[in-house]
């Protein structure tokens, strides 16, 4: 949408980039192979350190995410 392109726009201006910067890290991204991702994924990501974060009516799904026994479930109040 429109703030999308504007704040891209922004980032050209802000951090001095490349009118072409956007398209040619683009191209740079589709380059990567699965298994050049696999490989990086596998040295840096730590999936014992993961945390996903829901937001929502905690009473309608709070149960069902603990039954998966991913972890731990904790529930924010929105009033804080």
């Known amino acids: 949408g429109v703030n999308s392109v504007a704040?891209?726009?922004?980032?050209?201006?802000?951090h001095d980039f490349a009118d072409d910067h956007f398209d040619r890290l683009r191209a740079e991204v589709l380059e990567v192979s699965k298994d050049e991702l696999?490989?990086?994924?596998?040295?840096?990501?730590?999936?014992?350190s993961l945390v996903t974060v829901v937001v929502g009516a905690a009473d309608g799904f709070a149960g069902e995410l603990e039954q998966l026994g991913l972890g731990p479930v904790t529930v924010v109040p929105d009033d804080l």
Do not use: C, I, M
Request: no cysteine; hydrophobic share 40%.
């Open 7 to 14: 704040s891209a726009l922004g980032d050209l201006v802000v």
């Open 38 to 48: 696999d490989a990086s994924a596998k040295t840096r990501l730590r999936p014992e």
